[in-house]
């Protein structure tokens, strides 16, 4: 880590569609009640995409606010990386689509990672090495995912959960040898993988053997599974990397996590002992918006006078793969 180049955040922004549906809206789908949904997950209302709305218009307002914050232009951005699960297309990529229509020169790489709900903490690690190591400059970063184009609208025990978000940042080198990224891990386990699974619909070719089964491509979870792999895993691994960052957990100013769960965030908090105001839970309004999480959480907090920038972070994320990443990080004033 030492002898990587520092790394600035420079700008946070993120974007959440208009369109509210609360617990009782889903009443009319499947038998549920908002106090099952509420008590259970911490949810009372999602944001969901309409119409022609995509994760292309989400990722891209998001990028914008994340641009302006950071004082940088489209020509600055030397790399741009996507960590979207459900892109509206398979290609082109979220982010070449997202580096055209911001503007930003041609010559750029523009790429999609998959880690699912760890995707934001997946790519700042993957932009670190590259803004460490020197290859590029600034890093422009969307996650921004749209759920509910692969939720399955009948299965109770997922489409309560799921909503849509897009969040963005802008990282760089460090200008005054500081670095905002005091920690970072990232982790997968492929042999667990099928607690989440969405499988892809498409046959073969129609002169071999026909395969067993089409994927639906809509989401399957095992959702007592995932529950007790995040509440045993990730507390700890979150613990690890504040000790790896050189921090105490009293020192780090917020914990910011993935909303996946009222309860699993709480699992994190009482292992590091924080107290509520500590904590940023914004899952109540948007449920679980995947990689888009952290972000919307992050920036919104700050909106709401929950955080005050010039302060430090923990960020955790864990989901399909399945996957889990934490980072501390620095806030500093102005980048959202
Ligand atoms: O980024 C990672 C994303 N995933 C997660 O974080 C998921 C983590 N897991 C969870 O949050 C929980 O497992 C859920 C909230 C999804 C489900 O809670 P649960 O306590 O594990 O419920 P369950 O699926 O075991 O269902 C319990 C009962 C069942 O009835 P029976 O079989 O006991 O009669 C379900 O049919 O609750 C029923 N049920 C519902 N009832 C009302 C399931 N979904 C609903 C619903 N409304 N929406």
Request: some cysteine; overall charge negative; proline content about 4%.
């Amino acid at each position: 880590m030492t002898n990587l180049r520092p790394m600035k955040i420079a700008g946070i922004g993120y974007c959440v569609p208009k369109t509210v549906i609360t617990n009782d809206d889903l009443k009319k789908l499947y038998e549920t009640s908002d106090e099952w949904i509420y008590t259970r997950t911490g949810i009372k209302e999602r944001r969901v995409v309409s119409g022609n709305e995509t994760a292309i218009d989400l990722g891209l307002e998001a990028a914008q606010k994340a641009l302006n914050k950071s004082g940088f232009e489209p020509k600055d951005i030397d790399c741009i990386i996507s960590a979207a699960s459900v892109p509206p297309q398979l290609y082109p990529t979220l982010s070449c689509t997202l580096q055209d229509k911001l503007g930003i020169p041609g010559q750029v790489p523009a790429f999609d990672l998959t880690a699912a709900c760890t995707g934001l903490i997946y790519a700042l690690q993957v932009a670190r090495g590259f803004i460490g190591a020197g290859i590029y400059k600034t890093i422009l970063i969307v996650a921004s995912d749209n759920n509910s184009k692969i939720t399955d609208w009948t299965d109770r025990g997922t489409s309560i959960l799921f909503g849509d978000g897009a969040g963005a940042m802008i990282v760089t080198e460090s200008d005054d040898g500081i670095d905002d990224v005091l920690s970072i891990n990232i982790s997968a386990d492929g042999s667990i993988g099928q607690m989440i699974q969405t499988n892809m619909p498409g046959q073969c070719c129609p002169l071999v053997e026909p395969a067993d089964e089409i994927g639906t491509g809509k989401i399957i979870m095992n959702g007592k599974d995932v529950y007790k792999f995040a509440v045993t895993t990730v507390p700890a691994y979150v613990e690890e990397c504040i000790s790896k960052s050189g921090m105490t957990s009293e020192e780090i100013d917020y914990l910011i996590p993935h909303q996946a769960n009222q309860r699993i965030i709480e699992a994190i908090q009482n292992r590091l002992k924080y107290s509520d105001d500590k904590v940023i839970s914004n899952i109540k309004y948007y449920g679980n918006t995947s990689a888009a999480s952290i972000p919307i959480a992050l920036v919104e907090g700050v909106e709401q006078g929950k955080i005050k920038l010039g302060s430090t972070a923990v960020l955790c994320g864990f989901g399909a793969g399945m996957t889990w990443g934490a980072a501390v990080v620095r806030l500093r004033e102005g980048i959202c």
